[in-house]
């Protein structure tokens, strides 16, 4: 869906972006790390059609979006970090309102933005005006904006930014039933480790350039040289601590309740290997999934190990 090669961009003597490489699959959420500063706005104003580069090339869905800038209106969606809402308008009629730039009008811009307004559960508020909107519903109302003219790529630029927890996730459901609609998104945030529950891939950005990309399997293992597993068992808690503690490829063992979390040092086969060899050794393991809430600790470690390899 989207192909970026040897992307550059500079605002007078600084560098914003540097070379940038970086490939997204139709389907995926992929997320976009970095400090501020970092080049992911720029990047992705470039991949919009509103900044010009220096150099390099995009491809969207096949299409050079660098020569083909209008030819990019109906395959993109942009959601800004900062965005502006017409205070004085309905909710209903500020969807309506931009799908009549699209050329949909009457009832089926009506019926259009009662569906986007029940896909971002906002139906409720049809009728409310937009400046008596909370923060995070206006955020999800710009969101349903973005999609009045069905694109196929969707780029938001911290969408989660201000919100509460509860706001948060409902953002991260909505963005799961988009995947599922087919969505491809590129989405940016600094709530890393909700990134990491939502997104398929994520790339860190630092100063212009891409450090590190991947699953947040592959960049967790990357960090710590090992997959954190946690593995929920019924009882015997002990006894399966006893067990992980003599396998030499299981380190950084912890316990909280009948959650048991440890670095398992190799790939899926092996942690599918573990779990036979718990079964085996009769430890009632219920479940097991990835360790999910250091994302951020991780970003610290390999955005400081990139500063070295600089130096």
Do not use: W
């Not at 965005?83 to 009629?93: M, T």
Request: proline share 3%.
């Amino acid at each position: 869906m989207l192909v970026i090669k040897n992307l550059e961009k500079s605002y007078g003597n600084f560098k914003a972006v540097k070379g940038l490489n970086l490939e997204i699959k139709k389907g995926e959420i992929f997320g976009f790390i970095g400090p501020n500063g970092a080049g992911k706005s720029t990047t992705m104003k470039i991949i919009s059609g509103l900044l010009s580069p220096d150099s390099g090339e995009v491809y969207v869905d096949g299409i050079d979006a660098i020569k083909n800038n209008r030819a990019l209106k109906d395959k993109i969606g942009y959601m800004p970090d900062f965005f502006g809402v017409y205070d004085n308008l309905k909710a209903i009629e500020y969807l309506e309102f931009y799908a009549s730039i699209y050329g949909i009008v009457g009832k089926e811009a009506r019926d259009l933005s009662m569906d986007l307004l029940r896909l971002v559960n906002l139906e409720d508020k049809y009728d409310a005006y937009v400046d008596g909107l909370s923060r995070g519903m206006k955020q999800r109302l710009c969101l349903a904006r973005c999609l009045v003219h069905n694109p196929d790529l969707l780029i938001l630029d911290e969408p989660a930014s201000g919100m509460d927890p509860r706001a948060r996730y409902e953002m991260k459901g909505i963005l799961r039933n988009l995947k599922e609609m087919g969505k491809t998104i590129i989405v940016s945030s600094h709530i890393l480790p909700e990134l990491g529950e939502v997104c398929t891939n994520i790339g860190i950005i630092k100063n212009g350039v891409i450090v590190c990309q991947g699953t947040v399997d592959e960049i967790m293992t990357r960090a710590t040289g090992a997959s954190p597993i946690v593995f929920t068992v019924l009882t015997k808690e002990e006894e399966a601590i006893k067990l992980l503690k003599e396998l030499p490829y299981v380190d950084n063992i912890k316990i909280d309740g009948s959650k048991i979390t440890a670095n398992v040092i190799g790939n899926d086969e092996d942690v599918a290997n573990l779990l036979k060899y718990l079964v085996l050794k009769d430890i009632p393991v219920l479940n097991y999934s990835r360790a999910v809430g250091n994302l951020e600790d991780v970003f610290i470690q390999i955005t400081a190990d990139s500063d070295e390899e600089e130096a």
